[in-house]
């Protein structure tokens, strides 16, 4: 891809070899076309060469507020700054379940796992 710094190319070139199919997620760009981001402000995403891009995939639909948000940003760092992982049950846990419940009608709990077969063999 034109512009492409030699660092860019280096790391791209790492990315084949470390992970599977060059990439870290569902993306799979014709090699002309691949890039690895750095950073993001709403809509646009800058790579490591510094050439900008329009986000057409949003991270798959989550980023509805776009990258870096203010309001998304401050409250993880607030949260974050509280503690960042607890295995034990915890306040904000507590809370998000009763809001889970409440808005599906059908569900009368919730379990946070980390894992895709944890709530398999939980159930």
Not at 93 to 113: D, I, M
């Given at each position: 891809?034109?512009?492409?710094?030699?660092?860019?190319?280096?790391?791209?070139?790492?990315?084949?070899?470390?992970?599977?199919?060059?990439?870290?997620?569902?993306?799979?760009?014709?090699?002309?076309?691949?890039?690895?981001?750095?950073?993001?402000?709403?809509?646009?995403?800058?790579?490591?060469?510094?050439?900008?891009?329009?986000?057409?995939?949003?991270?798959?639909?989550?980023?509805?507020?776009?990258?870096?948000?203010?309001?998304v940003?401050?409250?993880?760092?607030?949260?974050?700054?509280?503690?960042?992982?607890?295995?034990?049950?915890?306040?904000r846990?507590?809370?998000?379940?009763?809001?889970?419940?409440?808005?599906?009608?059908?569900?009368?709990?919730?379990?946070?796992?980390t894992?895709?077969?944890?709530?398999?063999?939980?159930?």
């Open positions: 891809m034109a512009g492409q710094s030699l660092y860019e190319q280096e790391l791209l070139a790492k990315a084949s070899k470390y992970l599977p199919g060059g990439n870290g997620g569902n993306t799979n760009f014709p090699d002309d076309l691949k890039f690895l981001a750095r950073e993001g402000l709403g809509s646009h995403i800058w790579d490591v060469s510094g050439n900008e891009y329009i986000d057409w995939l949003m991270g798959s639909g989550p980023m509805i507020l776009g990258h870096a948000h203010q309001a940003t401050q409250a993880v760092l607030e949260a974050v700054s509280q503690g960042s992982t607890f295995f034990a049950t915890n306040e846990s507590v809370l998000l379940a009763e809001e889970l419940c409440a808005a599906v009608p059908c569900a009368e709990q919730v379990r946070f796992t894992a895709v077969l944890t709530p398999v063999s939980n159930a």
